[in-house]
Nanobody, 122 residues
Framework: QVQLVESGGGLVQAGGSLRLSCAASGTIFSINDMNWYRQAPGKQRGWVAGITSGGMVNYVDSVKGRFTISRDSAKNTMYLQMNSLKPEDTAVYYC????????????????WGQGTQVTVSS
């Protein structure tokens, strides 16, 4: 079984920074794309940023220039450095990963973390 565990959320003032982590554990053969999503109260979950196994990154327009996604493949961990935070960044942040487990390789399966709350006060 594979688990994704997010950490690093919290309460921060506008203009501040937070660094989220997402650690994957379990019987993992490889991890393909990894993504961060977020869900604000009363809104649908939306994609924030993604990183491929080769390190290519992409961001939703609203966070470009403020957020940086990265990963440490040796540790099966993904990060989201969030700078210049705004109140509208307040949400539960979820990590998502396409994980190949030995039993089902080469086909990846989709896994989600439980989410971590980020609250930005004005």
């Amino acid at each position: 079984q594979v688990q994704l565990v997010e950490s690093g959320g919290g309460l921060v003032q506008a203009g501040g920074s937070l660094r989220l982590s997402c650690a994957a554990s379990g019987t993992i053969f490889s991890i393909n794309d990894m993504n961060w999503y977020r869900q604000a109260p009363g809104k649908q979950r939306g994609w924030v940023a993604g990183i491929t196994s080769g390190g290519m990154v992409n961001y939703v327009d609203s966070v470009k220039g403020r957020f940086t996604i990265s990963r440490d493949s040796a540790k099966n961990t993904m990060y989201l450095q969030m700078n210049s935070l705004k109140p509208e960044d307040t949400a539960v942040y979820y990590c998502n990963a396409a994980v190949v487990v030995p039993m089902y390789r080469p086909f990846p399966r989709d896994y989600w973390g439980q989410g971590t709350q980020v609250t930005v006060s004005s």
